[in-house]
Nanobody, 121 residues
Framework: QVQLVESGGGLVQTGGSLRLSCAAS????????MGWFRQAPGKEREFVCG????????YYADSVKGRFTISRDNAKNTGYLQMNGLKPEDTAVYYC??????????????WGQGTQVTVSS
């Protein structure tokens, strides 16, 4: 099991940047694949990006490809989401998530509390 806590959200102007962090505890972080999701008011949670246990294999939603970068530092038990060129439509609560790297299922079973990202027009 692993506990996840997001941080780094806030208010930023259109075109600005933010870096979100996901601190993990309870288990060696390298044992888990990591992902980021977001949910805007009145909308369903959507996938943003993810990576495998090493960070070597990454995948992104089309809406953020080229602007967002997922990374991780397993020695620090921390995952990151670098967000550049932010747009108002990026406004949402962002969640980090994890799943055991050995699992066959693509579903994430551990979730953080979320951090608010607001992009002004």
């Amino acid at each position: 099991q692993v506990q996840l806590v997001e941080s780094g959200g806030g208010l930023v102007q259109t075109g600005g940047s933010l870096r979100l962090s996901c601190a993990a505890s309870g288990r060696t972080f390298s044992a888990y694949d990591m992902g980021w999701f977001r949910q805007a008011p009145g909308k369903e949670r959507e996938f943003v990006c993810g990576c495998d246990w090493s960070g070597g294999n990454t995948y992104y939603a089309d809406s953020v490809k080229g602007r967002f970068t997922i990374s991780r530092d397993n020695a620090k038990n921390t995952g990151y989401l670098q967000m550049n060129g932010l747009k108002p439509e990026d406004t949402a609560v962002y969640y980090c998530a994890a799943r055991p790297a050995t699992w066959r299922s693509p579903n994430y079973n551990y979730w953080g509390q979320g951090t608010q990202v607001t992009v002004s027009s």
